[in-house]
């Protein structure tokens, strides 16, 4: 059973585009939801995160919307970038005798067209 | 900020070989920590949580005298991939972190079997 799916599998922007990648959640213990960005071998790095009591953070051109009682949240890109082309990976985790194990969506390959 | 290095970025060995790959804080020390292998363009697979001073938890369908996990000291962890074999080629990364902090993941070890 997939506790975090992810959509879509890929997408393909114009430079200054918006980009927009949506995961959806089942696991209503969840209360930590990051996503991370992932180039080309290498580790993924921490790209924004969100708690389940906001509806959106913004940083730069990045924004999470967090949907909670549709169990939803999204990642958008304003005006991308080709130096943004890169697999993005949602994810969720949460407190308790879980805590630190996240459960990842299985990624958005995105690219940016100049 | 937290950065967790790991060693070696590449490997290329024969068949039968053992392979040890290494993660280390740099500035934090990590209780816990995370192994997960990587399959091209596919999602975050978790393996294994690593817990200092302790047995490490695998999931699921991992062989645990297959991929060795120790954890010895708050900022080391080793995986070892005992009598190597092509199947077992793949990109393995560890994490520490998690819960209602971010991830901070290593560069990945490129494990090829020949």
């Known amino acids: 059973q997939q506790q975090v799916k992810q959509s879509p599998q890929s997408l393909i922007v114009q430079k200054g585009g918006i980009s927009i990648i949506n995961c959806a959640y089942e696991n209503t213990a969840f209360d930590y939801f990051p996503w991370y960005q992932q180039f080309p071998g290498k580790g993924p790095a921490l790209l924004i995160a969100i708690r389940p009591d906001v509806s959106e953070k913004k940083e730069g051109r990045f924004t999470i919307s967090f949907n909670k009682s549709a169990k939803q949240f999204s990642l958008h890109i304003m005006d991308s970038q080709p130096g943004d082309s890169a697999t993005y990976f949602c994810a969720a985790s949460m407190r308790g005798t879980n805590a630190g194990k996240s459960t990842f969506g299985d990624g958005t390959t995105l690219t940016v067209k100049p | 900020g937290a950065v967790v290095s790991q060693h070696p970025s590449r490997v290329i060995c024969k068949s039968g070989t053992s392979v040890k790959i290494e993660c280390r804080s740099l500035?934090?020390?990590?209780?816990?920590m995370f192994w997960y292998r990587q399959f091209p363009k596919k999602s975050l697979m978790l393996m294994a949580t690593?817990?200092?001073?302790?047995?490490?938890?695998?999931e699921q369908g991992v062989e645990k005298d297959k991929f060795l996990i120790n954890h010895a000291s708050l900022t080391l962890s080793t995986l070892t991939v005992t009598s190597a074999h092509p199947e077992d080629s793949s990109f393995y990364i560890c994490s520490a972190g998690g819960g209602h902090q971010p991830q901070h993941f290593g560069d990945g070890t490129r494990l090829s079997i020949l």
């Open positions: 690593s817990n200092e001073g302790s047995k490490a938890t695998y």
């Open positions: 500035d934090f020390q990590a209780t816990t």
